[in-house]
C-alpha cells in the first residue's frame, strides 16, 4: 500500500470528514479524492463503509441546512454572495436558478456532483419554499448517492487506485507543481475573460439615474427588458414602468419580440 492510502487509513475517518465540511460551506476543497480513498481502503478491509457514510452525513447535514435557514430568512442575498467567491459569480446565480426551475426539488439529488453547486443549493431551495422535511429528505438522498457512487468506485477499482497513489507519490513536489500550473492557467484564463466582459459592458451601460430621467422626460426611443429569473421575478413581481419580462434563457427563442428601431435596454436586478 502506498504512502498516500496509509496515511488516509491512518487519520481516514477526520480527512473525510473535513474534506466533506469544507466542500458544504463552499471552500474550493475537493472531497471525491478522498471518497475514492476511502473506497479502496474499504475494499481492502481497512475502513467502515458504514463508518464512512455516517461521517458523510454528519459533515454534510449540518451546514446544508445552515445555508438552508439563511436562504429562507434572506433570500436571494445569500446565493449572491456564496456565488461572489467564484470565478463568474453572474453565470453562478443564473445557472442555479436555471437548473432548479428545470429540475425543481430534485436538484437536491444531484447538487453534490456538481463542482460549485452543492453550496448554493441549499439556500436557494431555502428561498424557493421548499419545505424543511422535503429539503432533509432529499439532501440526506443527494448526500448517499454522491459519497456512494465515489466510495463505490473505489471499492471496485481499489487496486488501481493504490497504484496511482504510488505514482503521485514518487512524482513528489513535481506533481504538485503540475496541478498548482494548471489551476493557476485555469483561473487565469477565467479572470482575463471576465475583465474583457466587463470592459465591453463598460463601454454600453447606461446608469439607473441616466435611465430615470429619460423615463420621466418620456423617451420613446427606449425599449426596456427585464431579464431576470422567473425565480426572481416570483420574489419581486415589479417591473420598471413600460419593461416586458424576457428570461436572459428566453432571448434567443423570444427574439422576435424585442422592439425594432429602438434603444434596447437590459436589466437583470
Known sequence: MSDTLA??????????YACV???QIGLPIPAVPVLLGVG???????????????VVLAASLPPDLVWFELGRRRGPRVLARICA????????????????????????LVAKFLPGLSAVASPLAGSAGV????????????????????IGVGYAFSEALDVVAGWVA????????????????YVAFKYAKRRRIFRDLRMARITPDELRRRIEAGDGGLAIIDTRSTLDVRKVPFLIPGAIWIDADE???????????????????
Open 7 to 16: 496515511f488516509l487509513l491512518q487519520y481516514g475517518y477526520v480527512i473525510l
Open 21 to 23: 465540511l469544507a466542500e
Open 40 to 54: 479502496a481502503l474499504a475494499g481492502a478491509g481497512k475502513m467502515s463503509l458504514a463508518l464512512a457514510f455516517g
Open 85 to 108: 467567491i467564484t470565478l463568474e459569480p453572474d453565470w453562478c446565480v443564473r445557472r442555479t436558478e436555471s437548473l432548479f426551475l428545470r429540475l425543481g426539488r430534485k436538484l437536491l
Open 131 to 150: 419545505a424543511r422535511w422535503q429539503f432533509v429528505l432529499l439532501d440526506v438522498t443527494g448526500a448517499l448517492l454522491w459519497a456512494g457512487t465515489w
Open 170 to 185: 514518487r512524482l513528489g513536489g513535481y506533481a504538485l507543481l503540475l496541478v498548482g500550473a494548471a489551476l493557476a492557467t
Open 251 to 269: 432571448v434567443d427563442r423570444r427574439s422576435a419580440e424585442l422592439p425594432t428601431g429602438r434603444e434596447i435596454i437590459l436589466y437583470c436586478t
